[in-house]
């Protein structure tokens, strides 16, 4: 395969192997049903009891899964301000996303270059990933202002971290002897990236995307709790306004579409991993 590369076989254009059928097991629908009513009774008992009991809190502070569900169908104002704030968080989320998504594959090619590149660069991003969001909102506010723009940094700043480091993860674990072979072969620096790093890191780049699809949609959030101004709501300031005139329904939902919207596009990214290099590779695990 190594040789088949060299000469401009893409992997990506190889056939696909035989697939073999999977059965869906009674186990994959009945344990997470499982979970779910677990969860379900667990926050009923929270509810009725377990807020009183345990936190000396009012029940009406959390109000039943069922009456949540209701609310939001049934009255317009939460249903709609919900829906409208689902549009611009997902907006955020996805354009936030996206930039992490070109800064950090960019970051790890630069890092995977050079071991000296790495060492200098490398700590600067774990510092930036260890940075409480918090601390420097003050600075966020004062250079970007308190709107959109804010709020997608927040959003980048969030998720780029497992897409600089799965990817760098991923072209450096293209094996020792294909690299040798492409050194005999005189290839250069862009067509070993091509060629040989990139596919093999395939499969480490798009888990880093959905761990950070994931992480976008809480950067979103966040950035609106903490960036409230303008006239583009998000769920986390629908969820925010809910909380300070005490409508717990309208922020209990808006907590479940965040979480929906944030599943939503982990799901997303593990099916578009499988399009891109689903057919070319397969996992060891069964």
């Given at each position: 395969?190594?040789?088949?590369?060299?000469?401009?076989?893409?992997?990506?254009?190889?056939?696909?192997?035989?697939?073999?059928?999977?059965?869906?097991?009674?186990?994959?629908?009945?344990?997470?049903?499982?979970?779910?009513?677990?969860?379900?009774?667990?926050?009923?008992?929270?509810?009725?009891?377990?807020?009183?009991?345990?936190?000396?809190?009012?029940?009406?502070?959390?109000?039943?899964?069922?009456?949540?569900?209701?609310?939001?169908?049934?009255?317009?104002?939460?249903?709609?301000?919900?829906?409208?704030?689902?549009?611009?968080?997902?907006?955020?989320?996805?354009?936030?996303?996206?930039?992490?998504?070109?800064?950090?594959?960019?970051?790890?090619?630069?890092?995977?270059?050079?071991?000296?590149?790495?060492?200098?660069?490398?700590?600067?991003?774990?510092?930036?990933?260890?940075?409480?969001?918090?601390?420097?909102?003050?600075?966020?506010?004062?250079?970007?202002?308190?709107?959109?723009?804010?709020?997608?940094?927040?959003?980048?700043m969030i998720s780029i971290f497992p897409i600089v480091t799965n990817t760098l993860f991923g072209l450096m674990s293209a094996e020792s002897s294909q690299h040798d072979l492409f050194t005999l072969r005189k290839a250069s620096r862009w067509t070993r990236l091509r060629k040989l790093?990139?596919?093999?890191?395939?499969?480490?780049?798009?888990?880093?995307?959905?761990?950070?699809?994931?992480?976008?949609?809480?950067?979103?959030?966040?950035?609106?709790?903490?960036?409230?101004?303008?006239?583009?709501?998000?769920?986390?300031?629908?969820?925010?306004?809910?909380?300070?005139?005490?409508?717990?329904?309208?922020?209990?939902?808006?907590?479940?579409?965040?979480?929906?919207?944030?599943?939503?596009?982990?799901?997303?990214?593990?099916?578009?991993?499988?399009?891109?290099?689903?057919?070319?590779?397969?996992?060891?695990?069964?």
């Amino acid at each position: 395969m190594s040789e088949e590369i060299l000469h401009g076989l893409d992997p990506l254009d190889a056939p696909p192997p035989v697939e073999r059928k999977k059965r869906m097991r009674p186990i994959d629908i009945i344990g997470p049903l499982m979970i779910f009513a677990l969860f379900l009774g667990l926050w009923e008992y929270i509810r009725r009891d377990g807020l009183r009991r345990f936190f000396n809190k009012p029940k009406f502070l959390v109000p039943s899964p069922v009456t949540v569900v209701d609310k939001f169908f049934s009255n317009k104002i939460i249903h709609d301000r919900l829906i409208g704030g689902l549009g611009w968080t997902t907006l955020v989320s996805v354009i936030g996303l996206l930039i992490a998504i070109i800064i950090g594959i960019a970051l790890a090619v630069l890092l995977s270059q050079s071991k000296w590149i790495e060492r200098s660069i490398f700590p600067y991003m774990v510092a930036l990933q260890a940075i409480p969001i918090l601390a420097i909102v003050p600075l966020i506010g004062t250079v970007l202002g308190y709107g959109m723009s804010a709020r997608i940094f927040v959003c980048v700043m969030i998720s780029i971290f497992p897409i600089v480091t799965n990817t760098l993860f991923g072209l450096m674990s293209a094996e020792s002897s294909q690299h040798d072979l492409f050194t005999l072969r005189k290839a250069s620096r862009w067509t070993r990236l091509r060629k040989l790093q990139f596919p093999a890191a395939m499969p480490s780049i798009f888990t880093g995307f959905r761990i950070s699809a994931g992480l976008s949609v809480i950067g979103a959030v966040v950035g609106e709790q903490l960036f409230q101004q303008g006239s583009k709501p998000g769920l986390g300031i629908v969820m925010d306004q809910f909380r300070q005139k005490a409508i717990w329904e309208g922020t209990y939902a808006g907590l479940i579409i965040a979480s929906l919207l944030g599943i939503f596009m982990f799901v997303f990214f593990g099916w578009l991993s499988k399009v891109v290099v689903g057919h070319w590779y397969e996992s060891n695990r069964s």
